[in-house]
């Protein structure tokens, strides 16, 4: 059974840090592009990063650069995004996603319709 669970949101303080994680199983993660995307209420779910499946390509919405990282350990099947620097407008509901069908080792997808494999979503929640 393929599954991605989404961990790690909750509420901080404007300038706050939180650390997400995506753990997967079912599918071989190893081969899979993984993407973080956040959806806030009445708003399009947007791509917020990025990494491939060899991580030689690595990137982020011009939102949250400088701020957020993201990172992956393929022996535990897990891809983290640290968010330091928290804003209100980094509220919204984060999901982790893979794709391999229109990814590959430095190229990727930021269109989230492309995207097979959808965590159930943390919420994240910065107050000012």
């Known amino acids: 059974q393929v599954q991605l669970v989404d961990s790690g949101g909750g509420v901080v303080q404007d300038g706050g840090s939180l650390r997400l994680s995506c753990a997967a199983s079912g599918f071989p993660f190893e081969m899979y592009m993984i993407g973080w995307f956040r959806q806030a209420p009445g708003k399009e779910r947007e791509f917020v990063a990025g990494i491939t499946w060899s991580s030689d390509s690595i990137g982020y919405a011009d939102s949250v650069k400088g701020r957020f990282d993201i990172s992956r350990d393929n022996a535990k099947n897990t891809v983290y995004l640290q968010m330091n620097d928290l804003k209100p407008e980094d509220s919204a509901v984060y999901y982790c996603?893979?794709?391999?069908?229109?990814?590959?080792?430095?190229?990727?997808?930021?269109?989230?319709?492309?995207?097979?494999?959808w965590g159930q979503g943390t919420q994240v929640t910065v107050s000012s």
């Open positions: 996603a893979a794709d391999h069908k229109y990814s590959g080792r430095y190229h990727y997808t930021k269109d989230h319709r492309k995207y097979e494999y």
